[in-house]
């Protein structure tokens, strides 16, 4: 069983990452949180914070899967988990790149 | 025990009845995969003669041949036979058949929910066949979006035959997807370790937990909807606090991952057969394990794709934009391993590569106009146009359509043990070929030039004529080649003559058996070192016959075989299968019976099906287990086993482990339904708050509380050897706690046909309420075994799955509670 968290982990994160900005989205259009700091607004601050946290989160799961004490024993089970690995991680940078591109609420 | 000695002991042991009596009481997975899979097919000719008919609705302008309110029902059977009743019920069926052959066992971990399975398939198919034979089809369209769908645009019974049939169905989906997870994990031949699985059961795999996160949504919607259309709750209704919107993403949530659902199994077949034909091995095992991983999971991320122009922010549609670019990445990977197996090896265009190189073209073309789709502005021009149609047919058939032939004729020698005599099938693939390229290139022309998905007729002077004619006659062209196809394979099954065992000369397991495959698969189970034990090995067949692997005699007319762990394929658990019975039949007839009631608005019989089923579920796990214990059992070549029921994770926990994954994406899916409501639908706030009272609060946290350390403390006392009476009682009382909190909360609801709130709250509360009957239920039936003898400190599998079952009513009831009574505590 730790074999298969150790592949579906990184996917896995990426689809509650991808979820819950998804819902910060909403909830900041659903709402009208409005105001500013570090000279960005609100809205932009806290979906880039997420951003970045989502980001950081699949780099450091990407680097413990390749970490010796936390590796699989099987070559195999290594190989595709750290495939996976960059698939979340990839996907996390590319999927959520929009919270710094596109307008947030129109 | 010679061979023909061994075969015949264990055809007695394994066998079903015989005759048409056997087909209703199998539990073998050999006949209700081939049971499956014929029903699917009978199910696709239904579908293709339904396409016949709106092509030839549409082959001339304002034709008379079917009016608008029949044309609706045409295309929304055509669609809803195609995705629920054809393409996934075809791969439960060749997973069932195929899956213990290829893994090296007997049969599949729960033989009888195989056949509950199948017969739900049935009766809910023939409840829309029925509909439609009496012209009261569903008429929605196959994604039934409210309002249209609700029950002031659509007051009679056609949604509610879609709504309940295809949940029926999905039971159906969702039995086969333990079954087959379970099956993967662990009911695989001693020394298949995840590395040396043949990559369909990888595939299979991957679908099947997608099916058990991925069909919860639509279930969750089809039950809200048809809540909605019999009682009024308006989860749908913008003014009074619903959003229709919210089916539509409930649907998606489901609807985008079954494309992946339905491909998948195909691009499994795919990876099997294509290294066959090409004399060679598959390039990139891990890298296609990978790719098919993150397509798996990359396709729960593009469900908004299909909702590009209800308004949705732009940043909203950026993310789903972005997401259904990245889908192309792993499945170009899968394509240029293909490209790279062929490339490696000697292909020989025999008929199954004919299919799959079919597969290439079209499956291609429809990847790019997938991914032209998934960029927004192209989207908002073809959205609900004709090309749309054309797209998700080039991807559908291609990527599953085509595939699946190849794989009916790969293994057709296997089915029936015979070869192809007449030589039908290579004429069959080209007529399907030209036409089907020529009805759907057709039909991304005339999408292009503005004709919508789903109109009954246009005008002349649309200039939509000629496309739209072209596109008929290469319609029934196709309708040409798949009826020769069907007539060459039965003509193969009747009348071929006897063929040689694997004729392929493939290198997988279920090719090591006499064909067709004895009833036990295996006189005795392989030890596995590779992934194609067969090329290494090839008397491997013979020498299993002799008796030369595990399990190879067979004692008290047990059926037998073994799990492996996980990871490594070391065996560790001997299991003991259930024997034939009408259990299963019976059980989906009474299950059928619900679903009838509901929709024939029956309310009377609605208690008497539950208690049913309940009892009938009880019976179930009643008869199996034993009142001594049974010590570790040899299994051959000296290693002795714990039998399954002195274990704690016994398939049947793990069975429940999944079960319970697709029952937490359920609330889940509810509790996304609930905030989305309360976030985006208009109408909010609601006219009155639930009034919150700590007292019932209290009173179910603390019985979810009890519950789940009463069951842990009687797992262990049990395994100490003392009396877990005392610990079930108290679980049995903390789930009736949580049933009476939960129930409270039902009743003091706000009135749940006023507002969204209201329903929403009722519908929290009746989950919460059903898994604390369950719970309790699972307790007194624990009680009663203890009490009659069939459990010790030794058998004490049924603990730990009770366990899990109170953990996850402790967790749910609570968050139930909180989602009603906080808000209120809050303000």
């Not at chain 2, 073309?365 to 749309?388: C, E, K």
């Not at chain 2, 309940?614 to 179930?620: G, H, P, S, T």
């Not at chain 2, 059903?770 to 599998?797: D, E, N, P, Q, Y």
Request: glycine residues 10%; hydrophobic residues 55%; charged residues 10%.
């Amino acid at each position: 069983m730790t074999d298969l968290i150790r592949i579906l982990i990184a996917p896995l994160v990426w689809l509650a990452a991808f979820s819950a900005i998804y819902g910060l989205h909403g909830l900041i259009c659903g709402h009208g949180i409005e105001g500013a700091a570090l000279g960005l607004p609100m809205p932009r601050l806290l979906l880039i914070m997420a951003y970045t946290v989502a980001v950081l989160l699949q780099a450091i799961l990407l680097a413990a899967l390749y970490h010796p004490r936390l590796a699989s024993s099987s070559n195999f089970v290594s190989f595709v988990s750290h495939a996976t690995g960059w698939t979340g991680l990839v996907a996390t940078g590319w999927s959520l790149l929009p919270v710094v591109m596109t307008s947030y609420c129109t | 025990m010679n061979a023909l000695e061994r075969h015949r002991k264990l055809t007695a042991i394994w066998a079903s009845e015989p005759g048409w009596r056997g087909w209703f009481s199998t539990v073998n997975h050999t006949d209700l995969g081939r049971m499956f899979l014929v029903t699917a097919f009978f199910f696709f000719i239904i579908g293709g003669l339904l396409a016949m008919l709106i092509r030839a609705q549409l082959a001339t302008p304002q034709s008379a041949f079917a009016g608008p309110e029949i044309y609706n029902q045409i295309f929304t059977m055509h669609g809803t036979i195609m995705m629920f009743l054809f393409a996934i019920p075809t791969f439960e069926g060749l997973a069932i058949y195929l899956l213990p052959k290829l893994l090296g066992t007997r049969d599949l971990a729960f033989p009888r929910l195989t056949a509950y399975g199948f017969w739900c398939y049935v009766f809910g198919g023939t409840m829309l066949l029925v509909a439609m034979v009496l012209g009261i089809a569903p008429d929605g369209g196959w994604f039934m979006y409210p309002p249209l769908s609700g029950p002031l645009y659509s007051p009679g019974i056609n949604t509610d035959f879609w709504l309940i049939g295809i949940t029926f169905v999905e039971i159906s989906a969702i039995a086969a997807a333990v079954e087959i997870t379970v099956s993967i994990l662990k009911y695989r031949a001693p020394g298949m370790s995840l590395d040396k699985m043949p990559i369909f059961a990888w595939y299979a795999l991957i679908t099947a937990l997608m099916i058990l996160t991925g069909f919860p949504p639509l279930i969750l919607g089809s039950i809200l909807l048809e809540v909605e259309r019999a009682f009024g709750l308006p989860f749908f209704q913008a003014e009074l606090g619903g959003d229709s919107l919210l089916w539509q993403h409930l649907f998606w949530l489901f609807g985008h991952p079954e494309v992946y659902i339905i491909f998948l199994p195909a691009a499994g077949v795919i990876s099997t057969v294509l290294p066959v034909m090409c004399r060679t091995t598959l390039l990139g095992y891990g890298w296609i394990v990978a790719a098919a991983v993150s397509l798996a999971f990359l396709s729960f991320g593009l469900w908004v794709h299909h909702m590009f122009t209800t308004g949705i922010p732009h940043m909203g549609l950026a993310f789903f934009s972005a997401a259904s670019t990245l889908v192309a990445v792993p499945t170009g990977v899968q394509i240029f391993a293909w490209i790279g197996t062929i490339w490696k090896g000697r292909p020989e265009l025999r008929l199954p590569m004919l299919h799959i190189l079919g597969f290439f073209a079209t499956f291609v073309i429809g990847g790019l106009t997938g991914v032209m789709v998934a960029v927004v502005p192209f989207d908002w021009q073809a959205h609900d146009t004709a090309f749309i149609t054309a797209h998700l047919h080039y991807v559908l058939f291609g990527g599953f359509v085509f595939p699946i032939f190849a794989g009916v004729y790969y293994w057709l020698p296997h089915f029936t043990g015979r070869r192809r005599f007449f030589h039908l099938g290579e004429l069959a693939f080209a007529l399907v070929f030209i036409g089907f390229h020529v009805t759907f290139l057709a039909m991304h022309w005339v999408g292009l030039l503005g004709q919508r998905r789903r109109i009954p007729t246009y005008a002349p002077e649309d200039g939509w004529t000629a496309i739209n004619l072209i596109s008929s006659v290469g319609s029934f062209v196709l309708a040409i080649g798949i009826g020769m196809i069907l007539i060459d394979v039965i003509l193969h099954a009747l009348t071929a003559a006897r063929g040689r065992r694997n004729p392929w000369q493939a290198g997988t397991l279920e090719w090591a058996m006499i064909t067709p495959p004895p009833a036990y698969n295996f006189a005795s189970l392989p030890h596995v070192t590779s992934r194609e034990p067969l090329a290494d090995t090839p008397d491997l067949a013979v020498q299993l016959a002799r008796g030369e692997g595990y399990l190879a005699t067979p004692r008290h007319g047990w059926r037998e075989t073994l799990t492996v762990d996980v990871a490594s394929g070391r065996p560790d658990m001997h299991v003991l299968y259930p024997t034939n019975t009408r259990l299963p039949i019976i059980m989906s007839a009474v299950t059928g019976l619900f679903f009838l009631s509901l929709l024939l608005k029956f309310y009377w019989t609605v208690p008497l099906a539950v208690a049913g089923v309940a009892y009938l579920a009880w019976r179930w796990v009643w008869v199996l287990g034993r009142k001594e214990d049974l010590d570790a059992l040899p299994v051959g070549h000296g290693i002795t086993l714990p039998n399954a029921a002195m274990t704690d994770h016994s398939p049947g926990w793990w069975g429940t482990v999944f079960l319970l994954t697709a029952n937490a994406t359920f609330f889940g899916s509810l509790l996304f339904g609930f905030a989305f409501l309360w976030t985006v639908a208009p109408g909010w706030p609601p006219p009155a708050w639930f009034v919150a009272s700590p007292v019932e609060l209290g009173f179910g946290i603390l019985g979810a509380a009890l519950g789940c350390f009463a069951i842990g403390h009687a797992i262990v006392v049990n395994r100490r050897n003392g009396s877990p009476l005392p610990g079930l009682v108290l679980t049995l009382a903390g789930a009736l706690a949580v049933a009476v909190a939960c129930a409270a909360m039902m009743a003091r609801t706000p009135s749940p046909e006023a507002h969204a709130y209201g329903a929403t709250l009722f519908v929290l509360g009746s989950y919460g309420l059903f898994h604390a009957v369950l719970g309790a239920l699972m307790a007194s039936f624990l009680i009663a075994r203890v009490l009659h003898g069939f459990t010790s400190s030794m058998r004490r599998a049924e603990f730990t799955i009770v366990g899990l079952w109170v953990g996850y009513l402790s967790v749910v009831g609570t968050l139930v509670l909180l989602a009603g009574h906080l808000p209120g505590l809050a303000s």
